[in-house]
């Protein structure tokens, strides 16, 4: 009877081996560990929205115009001369020599206007403190109108000194930034808390698309006679139209948030949030007709958007 139940047992086993070695059938292998847990790895969604405030210094880059004066000393008058006048033609007035409308300054631009984003990230394993995203976020047009759009004094290479307001702009600026973003959000442990504040800081880097449309006016005629302007523009009566001009500068972007999200459940956050965006420079340029030719005519400087954005972000 033993030998029959070892023989039994032998057989059994053997069985079971073979069982367990026959796996050439199935392309993977199956492991259990009891000893599993949650790394906080994680895909990311995000929307979000709400006000900006931009704001930039303008520079003038009409260096190119530099058109000759005449001045009446007795009522001190101001006379600008097209390219094939002389002081002649106004009596009582005296040739005062050049100036660089480059000279002249412009009121930096502000303005209001909306915003809004979408992202898609990673939670990294291990280290569910840290997010990567890859965002997209628009800025809605903002106004630019100026009149003057340069004023100042100028120093005429004859001697005089001369106030000078010259132009008028009606124009505006929109954006879009594409960046890489990396988030740390403050919390202990693997998995974010639930009902609870969770603060983040975030610091990134992108490209920038940004258009301008600008309408230049003349409601003091000098810019009607500066030679350097003519192809920009069509007369009438004496005064220059100048053409509507739409300007693209592509560049890079630097990108900083703040903020807190709150867990609604485990996948579904609320997030409140600033965002500073900075882009170096954006060109505002005046074309000719069939837009052949352009000329730069100002510039913003170290332009910042600052948004205060309401969103949602989900993880799964």
Known sequence: MRSRIFYFIVCACALNIGTARANWQYS???????????????????LRGGMTYAMAKIKNEVGS????????RTTGEVQVLGDYDDCSAYPGFEDAGT???????????????????????WILPNRPQWRLELGWDHFSEIDYNKTPLFSGNMKLSG??????????????????????????????????????MIPYIGLGFGYADVETVMNLSDPWGDLSVAGALGEFGTEDSGIRQFYRSKTNTSTV???????????LNKYLFVDLGARLSYIPTVRYQLVNV???????????????YTNIMLGVRFEF
């Open 65 to 72: 115009i530099v058109p000759s004066f005449c001045v009446n």
């Open 28 to 46: 993977g292998e199956y492991t259990y560990n009891m000893a599993y847990t949650d790394s906080g790895e994680r895909a990311t969604v995000s």
């Open 159 to 196: 001697g005089d000194t001369i106030y000078v307001p010259s132009g008028g702009v009606q124009s505006t600026i929109s954006s879009d930034i594409i960046s890489v973003m990396a988030y740390y959000d403050f919390f202990d442990g693997l998995q974010k808390p639930v009902s609870k």
């Open 99 to 121: 100036g660089n409308y480059g000279d002249l300054k412009a009121s930096k631009l502000s303005g209001i206007g909306f915003s809004g984003g979408a992202s898609i990230g």
């Open 290 to 304: 069939d837009d052949t030719r352009r000329m730069d005519l100002f510039s913003a400087k170290n332009l910042i």
């Open 253 to 263: 972007a630097g990108v900083a948030a703040l903020g807190f999200s709150y867990g």
